[in-house]
């Protein structure tokens, strides 16, 4: 039954079908650069800077990649190729999209990837995954062009005081998306933990005596937190 699922899950179709929403996709993100870029030369912002930025968020892109990556090859042995790349491709969140896919299973009454895992259970999976990130899609859509707005209210015309807002927000933020990693312990601690050392060095010692790695510091600092929770896995 697992040989007849994986056939139908990569056909030609569903990758078609797939390359072609991925390819949007691509289509914005080009558009979303060159936006930038024209809002650059507006504010004054030189070019080259803009290139430092986008040369550092394409190296920093690098840590979750392979992250993704690697859930996108164990998705891919259950509900097909097409369907994991198109979802991680449009979402990119690999553990909402293999939670949702093992809830969509377990709906159906079957464990995800099990021997009793058919057709109906694979459907259910997508639908699940599709319906999931329906949500923040619409949100986005409907109300991102307010958020400037609002941003701007709760500052009240304060640059310094929005700056410390916006970064206690960001830090807030990871810190939540972490807390569940720091509470599990064992591999998950162990990235935390060295990936924060690595960037306090990085940012204090190593940035000093070479500026060029200024760019790559987050990126190197998530690698080396991934490579100590491979460690720790390997030896427990």
């Known amino acids: 039954m697992a040989e007849e699922i994986l056939r139908i899950a990569n056909e030609f179709g569903v990758w078609v079908i797939a390359a072609i929403l991925v390819s949007l996709v691509a289509v914005q993100s080009i558009m979303y650069v060159k936006l930038a870029y024209a809002a650059a030369d507006k504010i004054g912002m030189s070019q080259a800077t803009c290139k430092t930025a986008f040369r550092t968020g394409l190296i920093t892109a690098i840590g979750p990649v392979i992250a993704i990556f690697i859930i996108m090859v164990g998705m891919m042995s259950v509900i097909g190729g097409p369907m994991s790349w198109m979802r991680l ?47 923040w899609l619409l949100l986005v859509g409907l109300f991102s062009h307010k958020l400037e707005t609002l941003r701007d209210v709760i500052g009240g015309g304060n640059a310094k005081w929005l700056a410390m807002l916006s970064g206690a927000a960001m830090l807030g933020v990871f810190g939540y998306l972490n807390s569940g990693d720091v509470v599990a312990g ?51």
């Open 89 to 135: 491709s449009i979402i990119g969140a690999a553990p909402t999209e293999l939670t949702a896919a093992r809830v969509g299973a377990e709906a159906y009454g079957v464990g995800f990837g099990s021997p009793e895992y058919d057709m109906m259970a694979l459907a259910t999976s997508w639908w699940t995954m599709a319906i999931n990130g329906v949500g």
């Open 186 to 236: 064992g591999a998950r601690l162990v990235a935390v933990i060295v990936g924060g050392i690595s960037m306090v060095l990085m940012v204090t010692v190593v940035i000093k005596k070479v500026p060029a790695l200024k760019e790559y510091s987050l990126g190197i600092a998530m690698l080396i937190g991934m490579f100590g929770a491979v460690i720790v896995s390997l030896m427990s």
